[in-house]
């Protein structure tokens, strides 16, 4: 098993475009979420999906969609880059349709928005 | 609305020292999990331990340890005669069973020093 992959490992946008994180997992896992880390702020959840078909908001959605079409892939979307989203991207997967289990996490993605 | 405080942002000590990581969380509600994650200089994080709200007990495994006392809302994990590859950022987070978020405290950074 690969796990959690995320592509690309690293990324630099310029104010304004748009790009899009990729991320799959080949455990037939429900659960999958977006995380961001930044200096002294932990890892802050941006968007999370309990099943394919069905997304919701973290605690920093903004700026920020995905979608779930298939159990394995979790893409996220950033529509109009600005600065303030430069950071490192965690994705992450659990079985089971909640967040009470193990989640395993991709090895991350560093984007800088100039 | 569930939260979690790591008031510690860096410890630093000399190897073999022992070593606790302090970890606040707070929740509504009565059915919770709580984790504990390792990031070491690589990157990755990596799943340490999982408690629910139901199981006080406390957990040893090998060097580290886990307590978990619903009295204070605290869920601390120690580090007995630490490593130098102990050297990593640890976070502490938070699941309510209602909710589907995983909610990650802001990490605490240990450095372990010859």
């Known amino acids: 098993n690969a796990g959690v992959t995320q592509t690309p490992k690293f990324q630099v946008l310029k104010t304004g475009q748009s790009m899009t994180l990729q991320c799959a997992q080949d455990?037939?896992?429900?659960?999958m979420s977006w995380y961001r880390q930044d200096p002294g702020m932990g890892l802050r959840l941006i968007h999370y999906?309990?099943?394919?078909?069905?997304?919701d908001q973290g605690e920093v959605p903004n700026g920020y969609n995905v979608s779930r079409s298939t159990t394995e892939d979790f893409p996220l979307r950033l529509l109009s880059a600005a600065p303030s989203q430069t950071s490192v991207y965690f994705c992450?997967?659990?079985?089971?349709?909640?967040?009470?289990?193990?989640?395993?996490f991709g090895p991350g993605t560093r984007l800088t928005v100039l | 609305a569930q939260k979690v405080t790591q008031a510690q942002t860096e410890i630093s000590v000399v190897e073999k020292e022992d070593v606790t990581l302090d970890c606040v969380y707070e929740t509504r509600d009565t059915t919770y999990y709580l984790f504990w994650y390792k990031q070491p200089p690589s990157g990755e994080l990596v799943f340490l331990i999982r408690?629910?709200?139901?199981?006080?007990q406390n957990e040893i495994s090998g060097r580290y340890s886990w307590n978990f006392q619903k009295s204070t809302s605290s869920f601390n994990f120690t580090i007995t005669a630490s490593q130098v590859v102990d050297s990593a950022v640890y976070f502490c987070a938070l699941s309510e069973a209602n909710t589907d978020k995983l909610i990650f405290g802001t990490g605490t950074r240990l450095q372990v020093f010859p």
């Open positions: 455990m037939n896992h429900e659960y």
């Open positions: 999906s309990v099943g394919a078909g069905i997304t």
């Open positions: 992450a997967s659990s079985i089971g349709r909640n967040s009470a289990n193990e989640q395993f």
């Open positions: 408690r629910n709200s139901f199981d006080e």
